[in-house]
């Protein structure tokens, strides 16, 4: 099982640009969340996806979108990068009515805004 | 809203002692709680999570929390460190159940030989 997979693992962009992250949930998971962990914080939560729609939200911006497609796979978007959008992103997936909460992380996109 | 407060932001142990890691968390009903880790460049990984069964909660790598509801805490315990146990740990807190989890600022263990 290859788990949570993110790609790109690394990435450098300057201000005002765009940006796009990747996430393959867990096989057999329907649900993804997105995370931004700035440097020496814990993550915080940006959105969720379950059947293609969004259904929570966190405290970011509208510059912050994201897209679930029809094999659970996610994209996250980032307009008009600022420097403070500089973070590790992760990805975690998980079954919607398995219990528990429990969320099977990625290994992040390390994003750098110049 | 939920938040959860990690007392401690650098814990330093010598090889085979007891490892302790405090948290916290705001609430007025009992969460569900959890403790991840995070190794350098390496997403999180669960250690153990309470979901209202016992109050003691075991999980992987011989790391244990208890649950105290008089005190609102959820501390991590370990009796014994060993070198692979130097990494980032993560108290976290699903107040209502949806997967949606608000994160403590984080505990770096070092441990010394």
């Known amino acids: 099982d290859a788990g949570v997979t993110q790609s790109p693992t690394h990435l450098i962009k300057t201000r005002g640009q765009q940006v796009t992250l990747r996430c393959s949930p867990k096989?057999?998971?329907?649900?993804v969340s997105w995370y931004q962990q700035a440097l020496g914080q814990g993550p915080q939560f940006i959105f969720q996806?379950?059947?293609?729609?969004?259904?929570q939200r966190g405290n970011f911006p509208d510059r912050f979108s994201g897209h679930q497609f029809p094999n659970y796979s996610s994209e996250l978007n980032v307009n008009a990068l600022l420097l403070g959008d500089s973070a590790l992103y992760l990805c975690?997936?998980?079954?919607?009515?398995?219990?528990?909460?429990?969320?099977?992380f990625g290994a992040g996109s390390r994003l750098t805004v110049l | 809203a939920q938040s959860v407060t990690q007392l401690g932001s650098h814990v330093s142990v010598s090889e085979g002692a007891l490892v302790l890691l405090r948290c916290n968390y705001s609430?007025?009903?009992?969460?569900?709680l959890f403790w991840y880790v995070q190794y350098p460049n390496q997403g999180l990984q669960l250690l153990l999570k309470?979901?209202?069964?016992?109050?003691l909660v075991k999980g992987i790598n011989g790391f244990e929390a208890e649950f105290k509801k008089s005190e609102t805490s959820f501390h991590l315990t370990k009796p014994s460190a060993h070198m692979s146990d130097a990494a980032e740990y993560f108290c976290?807190?699903?107040?209502?159940?949806?997967?949606?989890?608000?994160f403590g600022a984080g505990t770096t263990v070092t441990v010394r030989a």
């Open positions: 976290a807190v699903d107040p209502s159940n949806d997967y949606k989890l608000s």
């Open positions: 996806y379950y059947e293609e729609e969004e259904r």
């Open positions: 096989s057999g998971h329907d649900t």
């Open positions: 609430s007025s009903v009992p969460p569900y």
């Open positions: 975690a997936s998980s079954q919607q009515g398995f219990g528990a909460n429990v969320l099977t």
């Open positions: 309470y979901t209202s069964a016992a109050t």
